[in-house]
């Protein structure tokens, strides 16, 4: 492995301490809805970069099945995650076949 896989995966520490800060202390719904999907698309792509390095020189059979794997949970982890229009409390299903009907924090219907 290189040098700066330790670097990486100090990096994806931090963008998942960045994504918990700022989803539980940030109050504008707006915000959230843009920054999100960022942090989200920066937290899988560092997770699969250190899976790959950690399968390097391993088979095919193991490498793209990782990846799609890396994909679907980013794809999964968006739809689950709303946010509330009243107090910009993150929401999160509980099932992904019933959706968030009101705030879990303010009782809000507009989520």
């Known amino acids: 492995m290189t040098d700066n896989f330790l670097y990486i ?7 998942n301490l960045a994504n918990f800060i700022f989803l ?3 109050k504008n719904a707006r915000v959230k ?8 698309i920066g937290t899988n792509a560092a997770f699969l970069y ?3 390095k950690l399968l390097e020189g391993q088979s095919d059979l193991i490498i793209y099945p990782l990846t ?8 999964l982890n968006y739809q689950r995650v709303t946010f509330c229009d009243s107090c ?13 009907t009101e705030c879990s924090k303010c009782g809000s219907k507009s989520v």
């Not at 809805?33 to 989200?40: A, E, F, I, K, S």
């Not at 929401?91 to 968030?100: A, H, I, K």
């Open 9 to 15: 995966w100090l990096g994806w520490l931090a963008l």
């Open 24 to 26: 539980r202390y940030s």
């Open 33 to 40: 809805r843009v920054v999100y999907p960022l942090l989200l």
């Open 50 to 52: 250190i899976g790959l």
């Open 68 to 75: 799609v794997v890396v994909v679907v949970m980013g794809i």
């Open 88 to 100: 910009g409390a993150t929401n999160n299903r509980v099932s992904m076949f019933t959706p968030v």
